[in-house]
């Protein structure tokens, strides 16, 4: 049974429905299983929980629109 995770922004529960349906349809083309046994959990990080660079991705934000 593939296990499948992503990490991102949190997004609204129709952008979440359209992933999951689309990232199980590639996996089961790729393994040739059926699609009951694919997982997909998705983990969400707040902007202020990330940094690139040693920067927050919510300062990052703040500095674009300055």
Known sequence: MPNIYVEGPPVEVDKKRTLVK??????VKAYGIPQQAMVVTIRENAAEN??????LLCDMRSDETD
């Open 22 to 27: 689309e990232i199980t349809e590639a996996a």
């Open 50 to 55: 990330v940094s690139v660079g040693g920067c």
